[in-house]
């Protein structure tokens, strides 16, 4: 008899899987017949809301490896980028309109979970009396709701280590929702979180890109020498001594800085800045019978609109879109790809949006504070920064990190990628924290250097060294 309960109880895990997201084929992405993917929705109880959710088990072993959660940023932005171009089975390239199978994608040995959120953004959606409005906390509460709803889905997965993951306003996300499980009484097997170039604390953000500027030689040393000998405080410099700004030479200076970076792409300064989306930002699809437009590409106002609160950025305009979207954007609102993913919603999809679908607060309070606590709770940390990145820059993460005062417990050492031939970025090691920089890319280091980073990632995951 209790051979033949314990059979019924793991035939019922099996069962449990949700048949009506299985998706065995996406058109012109690819094949999932190696291991199992899922799309659909994730209730949140007592909300007129559905969050969007794609879930790819892992190429290993499902039942064992752990369960990475991922959020993209925004605020506004889709977790569906990360999918399709950073870490999923298959990635579509910046440029290109066509999906390759992806040797690095994350769940060759994580189940990799993306979720789209807050509601109104992708393909997640709200109804009837809900007016899209969300804050930081406001969001949380929702992102724990679908992470209660995914376990109903897929119960076998609750004994997995649970590690929460995200990159740019995730920084917001990830911690948040991190807190949200240790103040639910820790129901579920969190052991860590990941965030790449992400939020924390904007009081170390203003000047940040300016400060960066000058290393990554993107103004004179005569322009330097002027900021720090006019105490400019637009720009975060180390070594600029107090004393009292020159205020009308200082604001000259930082129009100079605004007009040379203006054709850059701030999210990484060495890479293409793909202006060509702006040539035709709309595109158009029929959902249900009616047409619907979509932007095709964003400015970096919409894509990061917090790069843009705060001092120091009134020079810096509507700087080019940059960020590739529009063979994404394309891609995810054909008909045929929004069958095979489930979709229910009539609302087209768009790399980020504002506004005009979301009413989002960003908080005064941000997500500082939660990093002692998660501390003391013993859950690991792990901050990677693409060092190019003008948006959340490396110096950016640093200054915050060193706030706190933590004791370093390792000398800061370089790691190796690909074949242990090639640097891949430096890392140390706090008590409490773990920083690693990513060298030569910017804000989307998991797509733009996916060997460095799926190295410190996966390290990361089996508590391993980084810099072995």
């Excluded at 789209?116 to 804050?135: C, K, M």
């Excluded at 004994?159 to 009484?185: K, M």
């Excluded at 960066?212 to 720090?228: A, E, R, T, V």
Aim: with cysteine; aromatic share 14%.
């Amino acid at each position: 008899m209790k051979i033949l309960f314990v059979l019924a109880l793991c035939l019922a895990i099996v069962m449990a899987k949700p048949a009506e997201d299985l998706v065995k084929e996406v058109p012109d992405m690819g094949k999932f017949d190696q291991f199992d993917f899922y799309s659909g929705y994730l209730d949140i109880p007592n909300k007129q809301r559905k969050l969007h959710y794609v879930f790819a088990e892992s190429q290993n072993d499902p039942a064992n490896d752990p369960l990475v959660i991922w959020f993209n940023g925004g605020p506004g932005c889709s977790s569906m980028l990360g999918f399709v171009q950073e870490h999923g089975p298959y990635s579509m390239p910046d440029g290109e309109d066509t999906f390759y199978e992806n040797p690095y994608s994350w769940n060759t040995e994580a189940n990799m979970l993306y979720i789209e959120s807050p509601a109104g953004v992708g393909y997640s959606y709200y109804w009837g009396d809900d007016n899209g409005e969300s804050n930081d906390l406001a969001s949380s509460e929702e992102n724990y709701a679908a992470l209660e709803s995914f376990y109903q889905k897929f119960p076998e997965f609750l004994d997995n280590d649970l590690f929460i993951t995200g990159e740019s306003y995730a920084g917001i996300y990830v911690p948040y929702l991190a807190w949200q499980v240790l103040e639910h009484g820790k129901k579920y097997n969190l052991k860590g979180i990941i965030v790449g170039n992400g939020v924390a604390n904007r009081t170390f953000m203003d000047g940040a890109f300016e400060g960066m500027g000058f290393w990554h030689n993107l103004y004179s040393l005569k322009m330097f020498d002027d900021i720090l000998d006019n105490h400019c405080d637009f720009a975060n410099i180390d070594i600029m001594e107090d004393g009292e700004e020159d205020t009308e030479k200082c604001e000259k200076l930082e129009k100079e800085f605004g007009e040379l970076i203006s054709s850059l792409n701030p999210y990484d300064v060495y890479r293409e800045c793909y202006k060509s989306d702006s040539k035709d930002r709309l595109g158009s699809t029929i959902i249900d019978g009616k047409v619907k437009t979509y932007k095709r590409g964003m400015t970096a106002q919409e894509y990061t609109p917090f790069f843009f609160e705060g001092k120091g950025k009134t020079a810096l305009g509507h700087v080019p879109p940059c960020v590739y979207a529009s063979g994404t954007t394309d891609y995810l609102n054909r008909k045929d790809v929004r069958e095979a993913l489930h979709i229910t919603t009539d609302q087209p999809w768009e790399i980020c949006v504002g506004g005009e679908r979301i009413f989002y607060t960003t908080g005064a309070k941000q997500s500082h504070w939660i990093y002692p606590i998660l501390k003391d709770q013993n859950i690991r940390v792990l901050q990677f920064s693409g060092n190019a990145d003008g948006v959340v820059p490396t110096q950016f993460t640093r200054d915050w990190i060193h706030s706190y005062g933590w004791p370093k417990v390792r000398d800061t050492a370089p790691f190796f990628a690909e074949n242990d031939s090639k640097v891949g970025g430096y890392v140390e090691y706090y008590d409490g924290m773990t920083f690693a920089t990513i060298i030569g890319v910017g804000h989307m280091a998991a797509q733009w250097s996916p060997a460095a980073t799926k190295h410190a990632v996966y390290q990361f995951l089996k508590n391993e060294p980084i810099d072995q």
